[in-house]
């Protein structure tokens, strides 16, 4: 199918015949992928069939993201192929995979964030004509979300969308591009509960009545049984098992993915029995035009010795923002950030003097250098330092390797080898590889922004264990979420960020009460006056 934009051209593609359905739409046949001598796929085989909303699941590195990138052209399997409508089809591209219907919606946007939802969807076209007839291709737009349940408006910039409408966007332009096979790559981790239940609700009704086929992505066993028909499981590169969700457990599901293992347990809270001078201190922190996305306007906030203090807020309120300010990534237009009673300027030897560490968002980007390798970036705190702390001249490259091996061990980060490049890790890892890095040593301020995103439930049960032991241990931790379960179960207050204040505090855990926290994240001022900030 090549890429469309005429309405009844669409129409038509998703119209499958019910005769059709129940048969495979795609297979995959015994797909298998090295990577030098790792083998990340081993003979996989899947079938989607039409109407059909598949789940895949596996623990971080199982070999998800490498199927998926074969069955799209992006890598090219050593083996096997893929079967569309019954006939191999060679898919030497992510434009041969994109002509013959299948389309991927990835965990990162990509739109175009100063263009509108219009001009993103036309432009998405691999037949964009020289002249473009903005009015023809208006109706046409129209007329097609007149067929589509999810509404997203056409003459807003991108950059003005929630997360929700543009995850619903990047789905309707798959569906605009006239994909029948639709692969999403945790598509609801940046979405809040409605809009999470709003959007795999529409992909379930869109593969039943259309007859299209939904892979789904996913570490969450509930959008599992709650939302998919039929499941595969990985396993360290390995299909450990399929079936139908009705026909499964969670707990058969999770043994699939990790075998007998046991998961980390999770810390008992040690009580603090005095509350301690603040360790951070953030005032009248002024980042950008009040109002704008993404602005930061804090009064004061504040995280003490042994305390987890938890920002809960839908993204775009200014929680990336203060985590890049906190850390150094961006300079604040007013206010001061104080670190143990001392204003902060986030460089490394003030980290390192301070004690302060950070895992931002999107760590690949934000905390590694990406041709490097694991070893060297599990180093980058500690290289120019000996065992007692003291600087080192020369870079002692055994010790390096042998502290990469430990950590590589103890936060189960994996890894070829400790000189594989770092970005030829599954997100998951290098998400763990950071962690480890950050959690080690002696900290005293840990900033944690979304720790668990992309991370399967062996890991975040991991990475809850880290920071509640780095808590009980005495360091002050900011933690910002956008996941509110993981606000409320780890933090012992909450602060609630809106238009990049912060519109509410309460304290964390059992006392938390998530409705009151969710209508200060949506800025429902009646609930607000209820509480207020303190
Ligand atoms: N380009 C590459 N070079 C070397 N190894 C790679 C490359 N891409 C992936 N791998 C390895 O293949 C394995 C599978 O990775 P993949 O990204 O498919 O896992 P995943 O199941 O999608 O994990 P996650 O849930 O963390 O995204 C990992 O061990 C990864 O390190």
Known sequence: ???????????????????????????????????GSFTALDHVSIALNAGEFHALLGENGAGKSTLVKCMLGYYHPDEGGVILDGREQPIASPRDARRLGIGMVYQHFTLVPSMTVLENLVMSRADVPGYIDWRAERRSLEAFLQTMPLKVPLDTKVDRLSSGERQKTEILKQLYLGSRVLVLDEPTSVLTPDEAREVLGFLRSLASESGMAVLLITHKFAEVTAF?????????GAKVGEGRVAALSTAEMAEMMIGERELAAVPERVARSEPGEPVLQVEKLVSGDAGTRGSVQIDRLEVRPGEIVGIAGISGNGQTRLVELISGQARPDGGEIRVKGKAYDASRAAAQAMKVRCLPEEPLRNACVGKMSVAENLAFRSFDRDADGKRRRLVDKGSM???????IAAYSVKTQSPSARIETLSGGNVQRAVLARELSGETDLLVAANPCFGLDFGAVADIRAQILAARNRGAAVLLVSEDLDEVVALSDRIAVMFEGRIVFECQGGEKADTREIGAHMAGHSAAASAGGPH
């Not at 934009?5 to 797909?31: C, F, K, N, S, T």
């Not at 998919?228 to 360290?236: E, F, G, I, P």
């Not at 390797?401 to 950590?407: G, I, N, Q, T």
């Open 1 to 35: 199918m090549s890429a469309l934009a005429e309405p009844e051209a669409i129409e038509a593609a998703l119209a499958e015949p019910a005769a059709r359905r129940d048969r495979p739409l795609l297979e995959a046949v015994g797909l298998t992928k090295h990577f």
């Open 228 to 236: 998919c028909d039929r499941v595969t499981v990985l396993r360290k």
């Open 401 to 407: 390797r042998r502290e990469a091996e430990r950590l």
